[in-house]
Each structure stands twice: as C-alpha cells, then as structure tokens.
C-alpha cells in the first residue's frame, strides 16, 4: 500500500532554533517527493522537489535530504523564524509517470518568539 | 511563476443552498485540476480529478451529484457543492496541472466554506 507518513505531529521550537522534520515513504514505483510549506488559511507551496537520484537540495533556509533506499526523506529549517510557522506536508508522486500523488499528513511547525 | 487562484476566499451560505467555487490557472493553460478538502489539522484529501472538456474523476466515497465539477475550459474549472450541509463545511483547494507535466500541480489559496 503506497503511504507517506510524517513525524512529528507537531512541534513547537523557539525562534532561531533548527529543526528538522521527518518522512518515511512506501511508495512503489517512487518517482519523486516535494516538500511543500501550507500556511494557515493558505493552499500549499512547493519548497522543493527530488528525484530517485538527488540526496540534498536546498531552497535558502530549507534544505531536504532523500535517502532511496530507507525511502525516508526530512527537511531541515535552519535560524527558525517567526513566519516558518505553518505545517509542512511531504507529497511523493507515484509511478513513471508520476500522475498519481500520495500526502502525508503534515507537521505543523510553531515557531515561539 | 505558475499562478492559481480561487474564488472565493471564503464563503457563508445556510443550509439546503448551493455554493459554486471557481477555480482559475492565470497564467498557464490546465488540462488537468484536481479538488481537495482539508478538515482542521488534517492533510488535504482528493476530491476529484478534473479534466478539461470531460467528466470529472471521483474519489472513493466522494458524492458526484452532490460536488459538481465543470472544467469548461483550460484555465477554469468550477466545484459547486448542491444542498449544502454543515458537515460540508470544509477548507477546499483546487490545484492545476500544467500539460506535459504530470508531476507538477500548483495549488491554490484555498476557499473556506462554513455552511450554518
């Protein structure tokens, strides 16, 4: 059964603190897994997209990893700031040609001034 | 960038009307938009999968008579939610596919509906 989970739930860190947030995928065949950041009241947006090939990708202060083969990805926020607030949802695409898309379901992140 | 809009924002109708969302790529053709609805602290969940001149793709358990979907053309598609209940009451976000593209969506803002 294709399944993204994420960890934690929730978190709560204090402003400018890193942290980093997990996913763990079984997805067959993989085709590739974005992070994407949903503010509240808001409809998500794309932080970054990997494919089967790519390790690491940053996008200024978030940086994802993806391992392949434990099939687990995590974003890492560095220098939290108020505005990281929002949850963070790990979205995998399935198949060659990635059509269908599986979600987990997020990790709200709250940043504490 | 790829921009999707919704409209509207947020909307408040009684119970037993119906409500229409639209949902509108700007500045990209979509052959392709998809539905979603998100329950407070809950991930978003499929609808629908709607394609441009053609019947809209219903999710398991997702009511087609009752969430109507029109993709007239390729920059609009419409969801309109017929007799609304409260329990319809919901955070619904389109997105739009870019043709060729089958891995990419852009999502976007999202229309609260709060059915009294």
């Known amino acids: 059964k294709n399944q993204v989970e994420q960890s934690p739930q929730s978190l709560i860190i204090l402003e400018g603190k890193n942290c980093t947030l997990q996913?763990?995928?079984?997805?067959?065949?993989?085709?590739?897994l974005r992070w994407y950041k949903q503010d509240t009241g808001r409809g998500p947006v794309s932080l970054t997209i990997?494919?089967?090939?790519?390790n690491t990708k940053s996008n200024g202060r978030y940086t994802a990893t993806l391992d392949a083969d434990t099939k687990q990805s995590s974003l890492h926020i560095t220098a939290s700031q108020l505005s990281d607030s929002a949850s963070y949802i790990c979205?995998?695409?399935?198949?060659?040609?990635?059509?269908?898309?599986?979600f987990g379901s997020g990790t709200r992140l709250s940043i504490r001034p | 960038g790829a921009v999707v809009s919704q409209h509207p924002s947020w909307v408040i109708c009684k119970s037993g009307t119906s409500v229409k969302i639209e949902c509108r790529s700007l500045?990209?053709?979509?052959?392709?938009m998809f539905w979603y609805r998100q329950f407070p602290k809950q991930s978003l969940m499929l609808m629908a999968t709607?394609?441009?001149?053609?019947?809209?793709?219903?999710e398991q358990g997702v009511e087609k008579d009752k969430f109507l979907i029109n993709h007239a053309s390729l920059t609009l598609s419409t969801l309109t939610v017929t007799s609304a209940h409260p329990e319809d009451s919901s955070f619904y976000i389109c997105?739009?596919?870019?043709?060729?593209?089958?891995?990419?969506?852009?999502f976007g803002p999202g229309t609260r509906l709060t059915v009294l």
């Open positions: 996913c763990n995928y079984t997805v067959s065949p993989f085709s590739n």
């Open positions: 990997m494919t089967f090939s790519e």
């Open positions: 979205v995998v695409s399935v198949g060659s040609s990635a059509s269908k898309i599986i």
């Open positions: 709607s394609n441009e001149g053609s019947k809209a793709t219903y």
């Open positions: 500045d990209f053709q979509a052959t392709t």
């Open positions: 997105s739009a596919r870019p043709p060729l593209v089958l891995d990419t969506q852009y």
